[in-house]
Each structure stands twice: as structure tokens, then as C-alpha cells.
């Protein structure tokens, strides 16, 4: 897992699972784990909920799902979907509809950042 702590994570987003193109739902503290401390620990993310989908998405991580395991949650890559990074932030870009067409782009995640991207071709299976 990674963490990236000056970057804050827009809560507007609409990012578009990778599996089923659905839009995706906040979860302010959807991820929770007891670190080594006992301290209580959350990563916010945004959710795929769609009959049972796993899929995730925040800046940080990309697109990913979580295997839980005893002592922490074990976050595993979206395949084929994190391969664009904002030029500005270093973080996974995620898939949403170009207003009033039925075209992706890529974009930044990062509160305040504008970065967009043609949606690369390919990668997205189940179009």
C-alpha cells in the first residue's frame, strides 16, 4: 500500500470501475486496519459496489482490490488499468466520461488538479 500524505484526494470524483464501467462511490473511511500500535487505521477510497464488485480507486493506489489478511489489508493492483501517472502529482489517474459524449479521458484524482489525458486505447476490456 502506498500513502501519499500531502496530496489530498478529491471527494467530487465519478471514476469508472475498469470492470463494468459503473461509476464508483466514495468511501470516507472505507479501508480500517489495527496497525503494529493498536492504532486504528483508514485509507479512504472511492468503490465499486455493483453486485459485489471489489474494485477500488484513490490517487495513491490506482485502481486496486483488498485481500484482507490478519494484521493488515494487502492491496492488489487492477490489472491492466494503473498505466497513466499525472505528470504533476506522481499519482494513478483515474477513468471518467467526457462531458456530453460517450468518450473516456484520464484524470487526476488530486484535489484542485485539472490534469487530463486521452483514455489509452486497449486497455479497457470490457467496453
Not at 5 to 32: F, Q, T, Y
Amino acid at each position: 500500500m502506498k500513502q501519499t500524505e500531502s496530496l489530498i484526494m478529491s471527494h467530487k470524483l465519478k471514476p469508472r470501475c475498469p470492470r463494468d464501467n459503473r461509476v464508483m462511490r466514495l468511501e470516507p473511511a472505507g479501508i480500517r486496519w489495527d496497525d503494529p500500535a493498536g492504532r486504528t487505521e483508514t485509507l479512504a477510497s472511492y468503490h465499486c459496489q455493483y453486485l459485489g464488485c471489489c474494485v477500488r480507486y484513490d490517487p495513491a493506489n490506482g485502481y486496486f482490490t483488498v485481500i484482507e489478511e490478519p494484521e493488515a489489508p494487502y492491496f492488489v493492483d487492477e490489472p491492466g488499468t494503473n498505466l497513466e501517472r499525472c505528470p504533476r502529482h506522481g499519482t494513478w489517474l483515474y477513468r471518467d466520461m467526457e462531458a456530453g459524449t460517450d468518450r473516456f479521458l484520464l484524470k487526476c484524482g488530486v484535489e484542485g488538479c485539472d490534469y487530463l489525458h486521452p483514455d489509452v486505447q486497449g486497455i479497457w476490456l470490457r467496453e
